[in-house]
């Protein structure tokens, strides 16, 4: 018996290229550009999201973990978001590593066919109502993230396929942290609304994009924090908190995910006292 059930669907919605649902809770996922940590995060980072990295006493292995993020960014044709007060954001991006051939991470040969085996196998029988179907195709790959080649460095060519925009804090001329930070937020907010990054201004007939923002050792002295985390008078500086409030709002309100890495060793505040201090207590600008 016919019937004219249909399964209600929007096909106008697209999924941004190099995401995948969550199997948890379908969030859309992007990879940090290291396997091992997207399993430990259970399958990515998620869209709108904000992730602190505790800086190592020389920052190495935090600064490879940002390169990693932004070169999967570039492999998978995302926008970048790139600040830095300790070098030149362009000489971040001119350091990524270059992405391994899709044949590489095969260990074993595909396998092999008889001629005579090939011949004498019977296709598979369907019903004839599907036969005249088109092939399902699946909506996501079955790869998701990229493994890149420490030994080779991506090439410009590929950098110039990607949207970035860098910012350098030492070419600004803010006297203070807070009004850095300011600067640094508008910047962001204008990449968001320009490249039409906002929930509110995507629209659903085109292809969403994600923007991957990289902030490097926010909060060292120099993005002018003077006092390690403590003002002149010994309470906890609220410059650094109420940007990251802003920065984890404005991502949330768009298709931005973005890591920052904080030299927490710098801070002369324990770090006991950071957890009792409440968002809703920040003063709002």
Same mark, same amino acid.
């Given at each position: $018996?016919?019937?004219?059930?249909? %399964? %209600?669907? *929007? ?12 199997? +948890? *809770? ?15 995060? /259970? ?7 904000? $992730? ?8 190495? +292995?935090?600064?490879? !973990?940002?390169? +990693? ?25 001119? =350091?990524?590593?270059?992405? &391994?051939?899709?044949? =590489?991470? =095969? &260990? ?34 079955? %790869? @998701?993230?990229?493994? @890149? =080649? ?17 910012? /350098? ?9 807070? $009004?850095?930070?300011?600067? !640094? $937020? ?14 509110? %201004? ?6 969403? *994009? ?32 109420? @940007? !990251? ?41």
């Amino acid at each position: $018996m016919a019937t004219s059930f249909k %399964k %209600k669907t *929007n096909s106008k919605l697209s999924q941004p290229r190099g995401t995948r649902p969550s199997l +948890y *809770n379908a969030q859309t996922l992007i990879s940090t550009g290291v396997p091992s940590l997207d399993v430990l995060l /259970d399958g990515g980072l998620p869209v709108g999201s904000v $992730m602190l990295v505790e800086e190592d006493t020389f920052g190495q +292995y935090s600064r490879m !973990l940002l390169k +990693y993020f932004l070169a999967e960014g570039v492999a998978c044709g995302h926008s970048l978001f790139v600040a830095s007060a300790s070098e030149e954001p362009a000489c971040i991006l001119k =350091d990524l590593p270059a992405a &391994t051939a899709e044949g =590489d991470d =095969d &260990t074993l040969p595909p396998p092999t066919i008889n001629e005579e085996e090939e011949s004498t196998t019977e296709p598979m029988q369907i019903a004839w109502r599907y036969q005249s179907l088109p092939k399902a195709q699946p909506s996501f790959s079955s %790869k @998701f993230g990229h493994n @890149f =080649d420490l030994t080779r460095r991506m090439e410009p060519s590929r950098l110039d396929m990607v949207h970035k925009v860098l910012f /350098d804090a030492l070419q600004c001329s803010s006297s203070s942290s807070e $009004m850095l930070y300011h600067e !640094l $937020m508008d910047s962001m907010q204008d990449t968001i609304s320009k490249g039409l990054f906002s929930l509110d %201004k995507t629209s659903t007939s085109q292809q969403a *994009n994600v923007l991957r923002v990289a902030i490097e050792s926010i909060g060292s002295a120099l993005w002018l924090e003077e006092g390690g985390g403590v003002t002149a008078e010994g309470s906890l500086a609220t410059a650094l908190p109420r @940007f !990251l409030h802003l920065l984890r709002g404005t991502c949330r309100a768009s298709y931005a995910v973005a890591m920052v890495t904080v030299p927490v060793h710098l801070f002369q505040v324990s770090l006991s006292r950071w957890p009792l201090l409440r968002w809703s207590s920040i003063p709002q600008p």
